[in-house]
């Protein structure tokens, strides 16, 4: 019986889809024509695991036993007073398969991660593409050096939402009136650009800089000057 569960695990497994449509995006990640930009929800079908593991930021990493979740995901375990209560911090992996249709041929590739809380690092395909500490702004990738076009790619993140001061809210969690979450707990994305594009401005952390700045001069009731700021790579 045993081997007949995992070999219907593994069966499972091997038709998990990797992206899936979304109908909206609080970021504001939306199919418009003629933009040369295509979005995919990298949502569905990754492989969890609760603590620190060696060796999972390696593709060859066998994860096929870990647990199948979909982001957005939170690894807390609260009680039912969460304020200022204990909740699970500490080091947790997710990795996801996918492959590249051909439409993204030739695009250049971003992953963006709405938020994961605490301390994170992002790798493909075995390559660190990101580290990030604080668990409130996007973390965000370019990845198109480094998938593989026509075969199988792991992105793995750990992250890890123990106390910490070099990140906000920097105090202890039982010194708060609240707990926050741990994981990927917001929406991750593939965003593919033609190879001129308009940037983000996370990944080009720039002061004041980055994407599309849009700010007003001399309004008046019947007029006002529209300035905007644009940048392209």
Not at 111 to 118: D, R, S
Request: hydrophobic residues 40%.
């Amino acid at each position: 019986m045993k081997r007949i569960i995992l070999a219907l695990a593994g069966m499972m497994a091997a038709v998990l889809p990797a992206f899936s449509t979304a109908e909206y995006s609080m970021a504001g990640f939306f199919p418009l024509d003629g933009t040369g930009r295509i979005v995919a929800s990298m949502n569905p079908a990754w492989r969890f695991h609760r603590g620190d593991v060696s060796g999972a930021d390696c593709k060859a990493f066998a994860d096929s036993a870990w647990e199948v979740v979909s982001l957005p995901h939170g690894v807390e375990i609260l009680p039912s007073e969460a304020s200022g209560c204990v909740n699970y911090q500490g080091p947790v992996w997710y990795r996801k398969h996918f492959s590249l249709p051909d439409s993204l041929s030739g695009k250049k590739l971003f992953l963006h991660f709405e938020a994961i809380m605490g301390k994170s690092r992002v790798w493909v395909n075995g390559k660190e593409v990101a580290m990030h500490y604080g668990g409130y702004l996007p973390v965000v990738a370019d990845i198109t050096d480094v998938v593989d076009r026509e075969g199988d790619n792991v992105i793995a993140v750990m992250t890890d939402n123990s106390d910490d001061p070099s990140y906000p809210p920097g105090k202890p969690q039982d010194m708060l009136d609240f707990a926050y979450f741990g994981g990927i707990y917001r929406d991750c994305w593939l965003v593919a650009h033609d190879r001129l594009h308009i940037t983000d401005p996370n990944y080009e952390n720039v002061v004041a800089g980055g994407g599309l700045a849009v700010w007003y001069d001399n309004v008046g009731e019947s007029k006002a000057d529209v300035n905007t700021r644009l940048h392209i790579r």
